[in-house]
């Protein structure tokens, strides 16, 4: 092990969060004095420079008052260390809550800070390349949004995120390194364009039926925003003075989308789950029930979110 | 809060403006020793960008190039140099402003900040009296707030400002304890300080209309406490320079003068020790009491007893003198000193000389005669008291005593000492200061420069110098009230109303506490004040350990404050429920865990006797109100009722 390796180990596990580096924790996350680390900025530097020219000065020209302005200006810029400080200290990361994605896609990722004992400001998150600006009011929590960028399905650890602030005046930076043991799973991006599902047992699978056509419909529940406007049930509706909307039969076997790792041969394994991947999207939105067989494993059949996301996560999480 | 995928945020109108705002205070700090082409167009220039920086307009570049070219030229012409204390400073107001042209990023604002702090500290090189040293202080404020409006959601303007003067005010230990601390420099590193600077006071010459430019200056010349009670206004003469040669219209000290040995002095009553603390007067004459006895540390006596100062005094002295107010100095005149009492110009003012051989023939050898002859003269013959009299010419002294007949001090001393050496009296001219002002709030005299005047020694055989001082037989009232009382004509002015007079003083006393505490603080009392917390001035490592300790202090109290929560309301209410709780596990009554803490009091409530139970679930109910039914801090009000009845809670 080279010194400079051994140094760093060192360094890492005496000072755990000063490097990008360190171990992953769980949640929530507190920022205590020993993860928090100030140095000056380059306009600190600069400042300080120029006090140490106004403290020549003053003492070159003898004049008391001048001194008394540098000495007052001098400690208020150092106790601007501590503000940086005092910026991070206490503040917790109490909570993440990670949207859906496809790969390649941004990752909507809610980072949940908590000021339980005073108010911080000036607090500057660096994710990946971006800043988020933000300041938390005394006992109050904030959700910050955040942008991930994806790549490729699978389980993606959360980026290392640097907290920061140069509250307040510039001087000083202080910074802490998070890496929350936190991972977000992205799904598999869908191809863009292929043919339409096929079965084993059906050459060609039917079009969606078209239930509006038909009456045969198995009962009937309140209207909720978002439902098609198409399946709302108008002669009822007008008798019941609400809107409702047909609960139609459940598809028949020939309705079951049944899709098929084994069916689609020839294909790499890549494309394969792309394809699934868009199978599965176009028959939660059309509403259907579908099966999904993979290798390992059978998800279905059903129909809806709940089963949406589980074969997603199947199709994320294969090999 | 924002995201922003900007690397650094450009300034906003409001960090610009409190930028502005700075320089604008900086601006009028140096205002009164700008050169008057340059204040005005610079204050134009501000207002002018300020309001197109609001508008979103950029300052034209090429613009910006030719008044930055023409800003040295300016001053080069004005000064004839860009180097020194004035050209400096100059310079560096009119780049300040011209910076403020050039501010896109943040990294501009950043310079700009610095370099008000810099140009800020410069206006205290012109004056460092209280009163500008605060404005100084004060225009750090806004300094601060534009860094505070450069952060991230940095909160409202008020709030801004508000924490700009709080970390100012925070600051304030840390830079007293530096301020002793900082070693002073006993030679300057560089340069001459002080050297191009004017020199005020009584000088070492006095022309005619000398005198006059001080007496309408009022700022203090020196302040002395006396060790006993402050002496009758009579007595009160401070002598600065004694002037022997004449030569026709200017009162020198004459260089064969220098070159005499001291007058002897004998004091004939009791002495007077008294410490003066003098203003900077860029000169090396320094007033005693008429007449000193021994010449202080780091100075010297003249030969006719005036102290000189071994350094020209460029930030204020504190010398402690014993005086005798009555005393005969040089029983015996030397030929040489009765060759320059007696010293006249030439053959002017044939008028003055005959007048006084007209006494000389009149009154014999018979001096106080002849005295008195010359100030009855000034008493009865129609001689007036003014600060501004007619001007004089070529036969200066003849024009005074038989034409205008109106003048102050110097004009009177000039021409009576004329008068005496022409009747065969050795005299002389002395400057000085008489009179002062005593504080009433604290026990010590002002004396302002408008306090000089002039008066006259005339030799006496067996009684040596005897001072003489003819404006005294023209206005009494100029040594019983002040020289511009005096042409004034008696009577109260309404800024000598008694509050305005105690406020003054008021204020007169702090510039005293200031100028003693601060601005003489040199190398001198900084080695004194250490050695008596035990600290070797002459070892460095005394020092460093000293300095070095006073930093590991401040640092530490610094990261305790920093480490330190604030106990506020929301806690109070906490700590007292953790109180409470405390008390209850005492009586058998511990808090299971993850119990709630409304659950709990209600639980407890339960075994206790009837009147305590009610009480205990009033706590509890009240206890869940201020805590959670509001997202607001509870009222204060209420936290302290609740926490005085769970301290009376006695289960």
């Known amino acids: 092990m080279s010194l400079l390796a051994s140094l760093r180990a060192r360094l890492a596990r005496r000072h755990p969060s000063l490097l990008r580096q360190r171990p992953r924790e769980a949640l929530p996350i507190e920022l205590g004095q020993r993860r928090i680390y100030v140095v000056p900025t380059a306009f600190g530097i600069g400042f300080g420079a120029m006090l140490i020219v106004m403290l020549l000065g003053a003492l070159n020209y003898n004049n008391n008052a001048a001194l008394l302005l540098t000495c007052l200006l001098g400690a208020a810029c150092a106790q601007s260390m501590y503000g940086a400080f005092r910026a991070l200290h206490g503040l917790r990361l109490e909570a993440i809550r990670a949207g859906h994605a496809e790969a390649g896609q941004a990752l909507i990722v809610e980072l949940r800070f908590a000021a339980p004992r005073r108010a911080h400001a000036g607090l500057c998150l660096h994710v990946d390349a971006t800043r988020h600006d933000f300041s938390i009011a005394a006992d109050t929590a904030l959700s910050l949004p955040i942008n991930l960028h994806t790549e490729r399905r699978g389980w993606l650890d959360l980026p290392a995120l640097k907290l920061e602030s140069t509250w307040p005046f510039g001087l000083f930076r202080a910074w802490s390194w998070l890496r929350p043991d936190v991972r977000v799973l992205v799904y598999p991006a869908r191809e863009t364009a292929g043919p339409p599902p096929l079965g084993s047992g059906a050459e060609s699978m039917p079009a969606p039926r078209s239930h509006e056509l038909g009456e045969d419909y198995a009962g009937l529940r309140a209207y909720q925003p978002g439902d098609s406007p198409r399946r709302i049930a108008w002669k009822a509706s007008a008798r019941n003075a609400t809107l409702l909307l047909r609960l139609h039969e459940p598809p028949d076997a020939q309705a079951l989308w049944h899709l098929r790792w084994n069916a689609l041969r020839g294909l790499d394994p890549e494309t394969r789950i792309m394809r699934l991947a868009r199978w599965v999207d176009e028959a939660q939105r059309g509403g259907q029930r579908w099966q999904l067989d993979l290798p390992a494993q059978s998800l279905g059949p059903d129909a809806g979110s709940a089963h949406y996301h589980a074969c997603m996560s199947a199709l994320a999480l294969l090999p | ?651």
């Open chain 2, 1 to 651: 809060m924002s995201a922003a995928r900007v690397p650094a945020p450009r300034p906003d109108a409001r960090s610009f403006g409190l930028l502005s705002l700075t320089v604008a205070a900086t601006l009028a700090l140096h205002a009164t020793h700008l050169p008057l082409w340059l204040s005005p167009p610079l204050a134009l220039l501000l207002t002018l960008r300020w309001l197109g920086f609001r508008r979103g307009r950029r300052f034209p570049a090429l613009l910006r190039y030719a008044l930055v070219l023409t800003l040295p030229l300016g001053v080069i012409a004005t000064y004839g140099t860009l180097f020194g204390r004035l050209p400096g400073a100059a310079l560096a107001v009119g780049l300040l402003v011209l910076k403020l042209t050039e501010t896109e990023t943040r990294r501009d604002v950043h310079i700009a900040v610095a370099f008000a702090a810099f140009t800020l500290m410069s206006a205290l090189l012109f004056g460092q009296s209280l009163l500008q040293t605060l404005l100084v202080c004060a225009a750090l404020a806004p300094a601060l707030a534009t860094l505070l409006a450069l952060q991230p959601s940095a909160g409202a303007t008020r709030a801004i400002l508000k924490t700009a003067v709080l970390r100012l005010a925070a600051a304030l230990p840390v830079t007293l304890l530096a301020f002793v601390l900082v070693p002073r420099l006993a030679t300057p590193l560089w340069g001459a300080p002080g050297m191009q600077q004017a020199r005020t006071g009584i000088s070492a010459s006095m022309s005619p209309g000398a005198i006059g430019q001080l007496l309408v200056d009022d700022s203090p010349a020196f302040r002395v406490g006396f060790d006993g009670p402050i002496p009758p206004r009579a007595q009160r003469y401070f002598r600065a320079v004694v002037l022997w040669h004449f030569d026709g219209r200017t009162w020198t000290s004459g260089s064969a003068a220098r070159h005499l040995p001291l007058e002897p002095l004998q004091a004939l009553g009791p002495t007077q020790r008294y410490t003066i603390s003098m203003e900077a007067t860029r000169q090396t004459l320094l007033p005693a009491l008429d007449m000193p006895l021994q010449a202080p540390a780091a100075t010297r006596f003249t030969a006719a007893r005036t102290l000189l100062a071994d350094r020209p005094v460029d930030h204020g002295l504190r010398y402690t003198v014993s005086s005798a107010t009555a005393y005969r100095l040089q029983p015996h005149l030397g030929a040489r000193e009765r060759a320059l009492g007696l010293q006249l110009p030439g053959d002017d003012d044939p008028r003055a000389r005959a007048l006084a051989l007209h006494w000389r023939t009149r009154y014999g050898d018979n001096p106080v005669a002849i005295i008195d002859a010359a100030l009855h003269r000034f008493h009865d013959d129609g001689y007036r008291y003014t600060l501004t009299p007619p001007p004089l010419g070529r036969q200066q002294i003849d024009d005074f005593l038989f034409d205008t007949r109106a003048g102050f001090c110097e004009h009177y001393a000039s021409a009576f000492v004329f008068l005496m050496r022409a009747a065969g009296i050795p005299a002389r001219v002395v400057a000085g200061y008489q009179g002062g002002y005593a504080n009433r709030a604290a026990d010590y005299l002002l004396v302002r420069q408008a306090d000089a005047h002039a008066w006259a020694e005339v030799w006496l055989r067996g009684r040596g110098w005897v001072r003489v001082d003819p404006t005294a037989a023209v206005r009494p009232d100029r040594i019983s009230l002040g020289a511009i009382a005096a042409a004034q004509g008696a009577g109260a002015r309404w800024y000598q109303a008694a509050w305005l007079v105690g406020l003054r003083d008021r204020i007169d006393v702090l510039n005293r506490l200031w100028d003693q505490s601060v601005v003489g603080f040199n190398a001198l009392r900084q080695r004194g004040l250490l050695t008596r917390f035990g600290v070797d001035p002459q070892r460095w490592q005394s020092v460093a350990l000293a300095l070095g300790g006073a930093l590991a202090v401040a640092l530490a109290f610094g990261l305790a404050l920093a480490l330190r929560e604030p106990a506020g309301e929301r806690d109070a209410l906490g700590r007292a429920f953790d109180r409470l709780q405390r008390r209850l596990t005492r009586r058998d009554h511990p808090r299971q865990p993850g119990e709630a803490p409304a659950h709990y009091l209600t639980r407890v409530a339960a075994d206790l006797p009837a009147e305590q139970a009610a009480a205990l679930r009033a706590l509890s109910t009240q206890f869940v109100r201020l805590r959670y039914a509001s997202t607001q801090p509870a009222p204060r009000l209420a936290v302290r009722d609740w926490i005085r009845r769970a301290r009376e809670l006695k289960p």
